[in-house]
């Protein structure tokens, strides 16, 4: 059993937190197989804004992924609508409705009907995300990369009780709340001139924004905010959510908050990823699945949310004057300011991973479909 704890945790600020460079923790065994043979959709590839819809495999059910380089985004729904399995084809220019079924409806990224027979029907959300390759390769050994097929990974790990995750990729890294969550966050109204009192709006065009949208209401939530908070205790359409981003792993999930109850950042990891604590229990959540690891509600699950993270540029060409939380908030946190030095670019792992897949570079960025290892891998290249 390796559980790995950083030093002096206490002592550290906010500030300090940020240079995460470390050693690699790595446990390396070998080799489990399966092939799909993807529907592609028109759309394009490289920076090209077209859209590609793909019509794949996942998890073992049928899946729709679309996405576009240029304008950066990526998301994916079960391709399933009153049990009957759909088939989709990308629509261009008309963003953010992204793609068409043989039915004639067409869907926007959160999976929303917007015309057609079933205007108004929605599409169930799957487990799916961009993030750092090497978070999926130790989550999933052998997961399927799109093109490349799965590898046979056969791992030894070791249990601590009470925790329904292997001790390999368990770490604590801060205190519990030391990272503060952000709860109830004040927003403004984006426009292009005059973002009073911010007089120099702490956002840049190519900044990654969360947007999510329930009931109608869509609410803006910067990564750079993120980066600071990494859970976002907030309401949505009337509907208590809590968003979560794991800087170390590059992953974004937006849950709801069942009975209301508020998120935040237990300072422990697993395989580098995000684990929330609820404030009522605090039992632990992994932030990419959702799913309870320890404490009294080990093996729930929360609900997704509708959301997709995109660059602030391509959602102004959607609402110049969308709602979006403020870069002044009473805790004067430093948004417009990025935490995390070269990290992103380097290949250093900061806490320990159960497994190191090589097949891609560590960090290199990736589509994700699923939540095990008969999910899928979208590498950049497929859109």
């Not at 935490?339 to 250093?348: A, K, R, V």
Request: proline share 7%; with cysteine.
């Amino acid at each position: 059993m390796i559980i790995w704890f950083a030093p002096n945790q206490k002592e550290m600020t906010m500030a300090a937190r940020l240079i995460f460079v470390s050693t690699l923790y790595v446990l390396c065994l070998a080799s489990c197989t399966t092939e799909r043979e993807p529907t592609v959709a028109a759309g394009g590839s490289g920076e090209s804004r077209q859209v590609t819809v793909l019509n794949l495999m996942a998890d073992g059910q049928p899946i729709v992924a679309a996405g576009s380089n240029g304008r950066d985004f990526a998301v994916a729904f079960a391709a399933v609508l009153q049990e009957d399995t759909l088939v989709f084809d990308a629509v261009q220019g008309a963003f953010p409705v992204v793609m068409r079924d043989e039915k004639g409806n067409e869907w926007d990224v959160f999976g929303k009907a917007v015309s057609g027979p079933d205007a108004g029907a929605a599409l169930e959300p799957v487990v799916s995300g961009r993030g750092f390759w090497f978070v999926f390769g130790a989550l999933y050994p052998g997961v399927e990369i799109w093109g490349q097929g799965m590898e046979a990974i056969a791992l030894a790990t070791d249990t601590v009780p009470g925790w329904a995750v292997a001790a390999q990729g368990l770490a604590q890294g801060m205190e519990l709340d030391e990272i503060p969550s952000l709860d109830n966050p004040e927003f403004v109204t984006y426009q292009v001139l005059g973002n009073a009192p911010e007089a120099i709006f702490y956002l840049q065009e190519s900044d990654r924004v969360v947007a999510v949208k329930v009931n109608g209401e869509v609410k803006l939530y910067p990564i750079p905010v993120l980066n600071w908070h990494e859970v976002i205790n907030d309401e949505v359409g009337g509907v208590p959510v809590a968003i979560m981003y794991a800087p170390l792993t590059g992953t974004t999930r937006v849950y709801e908050r069942p009975d209301g109850v508020e998120f935040g950042v237990s300072g422990i990891i697993y395989n580098n990823n995000l684990l929330a604590f609820d404030r009522l229990t605090e039992s632990f959540w992994l932030q990419w699945e959702g799913r309870c690891v320890f404490g009294s509600r080990v093996g729930e699950q929360l609900s997704p949310v509708p959301y997709v993270v995109v660059s602030f540029s391509t959602w102004l060409q959607v609402d110049s004057q969308p709602q979006i939380v403020s870069g002044v908030q009473e805790n004067g946190f430093p948004y417009g300011d990025y935490p995390f030095g070269d990290y992103p670019e380097n290949q250093n792992i900061t806490y320990p991973l159960m497994y190191l897949d090589t097949r891609l570079p560590a960090k290199e960025e990736v589509f994700m479909a699923g939540q095990s290892r008969e999910g899928l891998i979208l590498p950049k290249s497929a859109w």
